[in-house]
């Protein structure tokens, strides 16, 4: 039986106040949840149903209806279960390899689609501009689809990281330079910026160089990409030059 508080507290987790005074946050779904456990973050509770709760061996279960379910999910289709996990403590941030930089991303979609995009090209490290929106946000979290259990997310002083930072940095403009040929070094920074305003000033001038992704279109009128869709070109081309020079290395 589910209790007002025990729902309640799922709620109020929606607020970056609380999440942030509890340690706590939200996972949905049977899939996402698993992969949690997984990679070793501690359930505080799982809500499940019967037929899902047989798969989550010693955590620490309550069983739910569908319509009790239905009452903690914000989904449209609830799928299974819903948990609440401890948040972890963060590693030390290593200035090696590939570094994606976010300066004050807003849109929880887009925050969630660049964890899965680190997730899937191996980048260990996501850097987050204090502006940017809190990475357990549930809507975040949806949308990274499991990535944030394996993706190490940072918070901080975006401008005072970058300007001690020993790496090349680099930020995405429309103004840069061609990003299809330029050579990018086996260890540096890649900064995105805001959906509206993009990197901000303070941030562009510690940067090394700047790129960006050149219109094909025959007129030439679309403004701008989506964050994530720009993210996902840049690291895609970065990682796609690093795989062709290990193998002709061979």
């Keep these: ?23 706590l946050f939200v996972v949905e779904g049977k899939k996402s949840i698993v992969e949690f456990v997984e990679a070793g973050y501690k359930a505080e509770v799982i809500y499940a149903t019967d037929t899902f709760s047989a ?26 279960g819903v948990a609440i996990f401890r948040q972890h403590k963060r590693k030390g941030i290593l200035q090696e390899g590939l570094i994606l930089a976010l300066d004050n991303i807003q849109d929880p979609g887009n925050l969630g689609t660049l964890i899965r995009l680190c997730d899937w090209f191996g980048i260990e490290t ?13 809507k975040v979290v949806q949308a990274s689809m499991g990535s944030l259990s394996r993706v ?3 918070y901080l002083s975006l401008e005072g990281f970058l300007a001690t930072c020993a790496l090349p940095i680099y930020v995405a403009t429309l ?13 540096c920074v890649i900064v995105l910026g805001n ?13 090394n160089g700047a790129i960006t ?3 094909f279109g025959k007129l030439q009128q679309a403004e701008s990409l989506n964050v994530a869709m720009a993210g996902g070109i840049i690291v895609s081309q970065i990682k796609g030059k690093a795989s062709e020079g290990s193998q002709l290395g061979m």
């Design 213 to 215: 992704i050149p219109r």
């Design 55 to 80: 798969s989550l061996g010693q955590q620490p279960l309550t069983l739910v209806s569908k319509e009790e379910l239905s009452k903690l999910s914000t989904l449209k289709h609830p799928d299974e």
């Design 175 to 187: 103004q840069g330079t061609n990003l299809y040929t330029t050579t990018f070094p086996e260890d």
């Design 152 to 154: 190490e997310v940072h």
């Design 126 to 138: 996501l850097l987050c501009s204090e502006q940017t929106v809190d990475c357990y946000n549930p």
């Design 1 to 23: 039986m589910l209790s007002k508080n025990q729902l309640k507290l799922v709620q109020k987790l929606s607020q970056k106040k609380h999440r942030s005074e509890t340690g």
């Design 195 to 207: 959906e509206a305003n993009g990197v901000s000033p303070e941030v562009a001038a510690l940067a």
